[in-house]
């Protein structure tokens, strides 16, 4: 069995890692600070591009990068608002790891999108 080693970052939420893998805990719009960002005050493109930076953060942390992601899971409260979800997920992941978008009745916080992955080390 793979063993297991837990990778923290002052920038977002902590992975899991394997000697194969890493995998992301979901990430909300939340900045470094912990101030979540809102509808009222952000666009989804926004909040999107926020949480593939806390992403990222991680998975720096972890000794990987956005370039080393295989799967990608996105949460939406609206999936009316996926095609503003898109077109900022799509310039971070260019090389289109697999992906499944899910319409969800809530997410923490409040936050209308979150977003996780898992990653090659």
Same mark, same amino acid.
Request: net charge negative; with cysteine.
């Given at each position: 069995?793979?063993?297991?080693?837990?990778?923290?970052?002052?920038?977002?939420?902590?992975?899991?890692?394997?000697?194969?893998?890493?995998?992301?805990?979901?990430? !909300?719009?939340?900045?470094?600070?912990?101030?979540?960002?809102?509808? @009222?005050?952000? +666009?989804? %493109? /926004? *909040?999107?591009?926020?949480?593939?930076?806390?992403?990222?953060?991680?998975?720096?942390?972890?000794?990987?990068? !956005?370039?080393?992601?295989?799967?990608?899971?996105?949460?939406?409260? @609206?999936?009316? +608002?996926? %095609? /503003? *979800?898109?077109?900022?997920?799509?310039?971070?992941?260019?090389?289109?790891?697999?992906?499944?978008?899910?319409?969800?009745?809530?997410?923490?916080?409040?936050?209308?999108?979150?977003?996780?992955?898992?990653?090659?080390?």
């Amino acid at each position: 069995m793979a063993e297991y080693k837990k990778v923290y970052t002052a920038d977002a939420a902590p992975p899991i890692t394997t000697s194969t893998a890493i995998y992301c805990s979901g990430q !909300i719009p939340c900045t470094p600070a912990g101030e979540i960002l809102t509808l @009222s005050t952000s +666009s989804i %493109a /926004e *909040m999107t591009e926020l949480c593939i930076k806390n992403l990222s953060a991680v998975l720096v942390a972890a000794g990987s990068s !956005i370039e080393k992601v295989v799967k990608v899971t996105v949460f939406l409260t @609206s999936m009316d +608002s996926f %095609a /503003e *979800m898109n077109g900022v997920y799509e310039k971070f992941f260019a090389h289109k790891p697999a992906r499944s978008c899910v319409a969800v009745y809530q997410l923490p916080k409040g936050a209308p999108v979150e977003i996780e992955c898992i990653a090659l080390p």
